[in-house]
């Protein structure tokens, strides 16, 4: 089952296999939308300003008996082909083929070139959640020490918290990744941090996706991502060399 995480109503591709949910709602219940809400049993669904798409990943581990959850965007999809459509949409008997020799599945990784991991999240976000996190898993899980300092020092990336997985994997994964956030959340103050940067924890999370897969000799494969409707990739590309020229842009990508 793959998750498509939204928080408005938005045209969605109707194929066997997808599951819209509803984020947020919590507090932003609507009941003109139709999407499973991820205030539905156990759930963290009012921590979604800070937790972002990652509290529908959370509905989904302690709620949804699948074989293999996925999480995807209301804007941004694996696809099977372009042009980068609904149509196009990749479908789910391609990811079933694919799990059969992967316990993953991942979107292409994402290259930096002029900048490591740390580096970028640093120019583009407060820099105390990743420091904090070095040392949460310096001292709670020494396993995966190394594989965060390598992870931090590529300038490359699987971003987006997007994903397919093996149930195994899922369940490893979220054991993995909701223990390091909340001993994060207990430990930090973002009162005075910007709307932005309160979603702290979803962003730290899309730099433990390959943390947790290079401590774990997970089998992955890629798939190309891509957004529906309009991109700003020239603005991006242009908060990326002011970050790194030491200027903070309100930019994530």
Not at 9 to 20: A, I, R
């Amino acid at each position: 089952m793959i998750l498509i995480a939204a928080h408005k109503k938005v045209q969605l591709p109707n194929k066997e296999g997808y599951l819209p949910v509803l984020v947020g709602a919590d507090k932003n219940y609507r009941a003109d939308i139709d999407y499973q809400p991820d205030n539905d049993g156990n759930n963290i669904s009012s921590k979604n300003p800070n937790y972002n798409e990652l509290t529908a990943v959370y509905w989904a581990w302690k709620n949804l008996s699948a074989d293999a959850i996925g999480l995807v965007h209301y804007r941004r999809f694996f696809f099977s082909s372009r042009p980068y459509s609904i149509e196009n949409v990749i479908d789910i008997n391609r990811i079933n083929k694919l799990l059969e020799t992967n316990d993953v599945i991942l979107p292409k990784i994402r290259h930096y070139y002029i900048e490591n991991n740390e580096n970028h999240y640093i120019h583009a976000h407060e820099q105390e959640p990743l420091e904090l996190t070095r040392k949460i898993i310096n001292r709670n899980y020494p396993d995966y020490e190394l594989a965060f300092e390598k992870v931090m020092k590529k300038t490359s990336a699987h971003m987006f918290n997007m994903f397919v997985m093996k149930k195994e994997a899922f369940n490893s994964y979220c054991t993995f990744v909701f223990s390091v956030l909340e001993e994060l959340e207990n430990q930090l103050d973002i009162s005075m941090y910007s709307p932005q940067e309160q979603r702290v924890y979803g962003y730290i999370a899309e730099l433990l996706m390959d943390v947790w897969i290079n401590s774990n000799d997970i089998t992955y494969t890629e798939l190309p991502w891509g957004q529906i409707g309009p991109s700003k990739f020239f603005n991006k590309a242009i908060a990326m060399v002011m970050r790194k020229i030491g200027i903070k842009t309100k930019t994530h990508f």
